[in-house]
């Protein structure tokens, strides 16, 4: 099956400065990439995603990148601010199986 | 997203009950996904179900716990017999029949104690 690493595991970034958090993935045939930010003890909310047939994609502050050839993908956060700070979770889907596998998370903190 | 409604949002349950867990999909979406969250962890996928039907379970123990997604009312995850083991966040997320089927939103979770 899918199997989905992310790196790093935590991640402190003064703010005003870029985060970026990466994540491979092992199946070629996955082909949805979504971006999950958790607060602590709240639900998972959908940030970003991006689909295979593209290789990036950009709303605001964040932006995606995927590279299928190498089987990985990027979260980039510019400009952070101290409400960035959470736990942030990659994830990956195989086209025909609904289900989504995700990374053991990157805890970032922004330093105000 | 803030439209998945899960039930209750604590639990605590003794070892060797029961524990119900519900959840109701946002409006218009046919598909439900149940995902466990131990402390410090990802989340793991358990099982997919449309209406009245289990499309994926390859996530589930094979033992204590089911679930349905009736036609009428909530989604139901239940676990029989809890041990200490399922303490968890158990969060549910749906998707919708058409357009962008692949994004998932998810619920506030219900946090599972066992004692």
């Known amino acids: 099956g899918e199997n989905v690493e992310q790196h790093p595991s935590t991640l402190s970034v003064q703010e005003g400065d870029s985060a970026v958090i990466k994540c491979t993935y092992s199946?070629?045939?996955?082909?949805?990439f979504p971006w999950y930010k958790q607060e602590l003890g709240k639900r998972p909310q959908l940030i970003i995603d991006i689909r295979s047939n593209v290789g990036e994609k950009k709303d605001q502050r964040i932006a995606v990148t995927l590279n299928k050839t190498a089987k990985h993908f990027s979260l980039h956060i510019t400009e952070t601010q101290p409400e960035d700070s959470a736990v942030y979770f990659c994830a990956a889907k195989v086209g025909g199986n609904e289900k989504l596998t995700f990374g053991t998370g990157t805890r970032l903190t922004i330093i105000p | 997203n803030a439209g998945v409604m899960q039930n209750p949002r604590h639990l605590v349950r003794r070892r060797g009950q029961e524990a119900r867990l519900r959840c109701s999909p946002m409006k218009g979406h046919s598909h439900v996904y149940w995902y466990r969250q131990l402390p410090e962890e990802g989340l793991k996928f358990m099982v997919y179900l449309q209406k009245e039907n289990i499309i994926d379970e390859s996530g589930m123990p094979k033992e204590r716990f089911s679930a349905e997604f009736p036609k009428e009312g909530p989604s139901i995850l239940r676990i029989q017999q809890v041990v200490r083991g399922d303490s968890a966040a158990y969060f549910c997320?749906?998707?919708?029949?058409?357009?962008?089927?692949?994004?998932?939103?998810f619920g506030p979770g219900t946090r599972l104690t066992v004692l």
């Open positions: 997320a749906s998707s919708p029949k058409q357009g962008h089927t692949d994004t998932q939103y």
């Open positions: 199946d070629s045939a996955s082909n949805y």
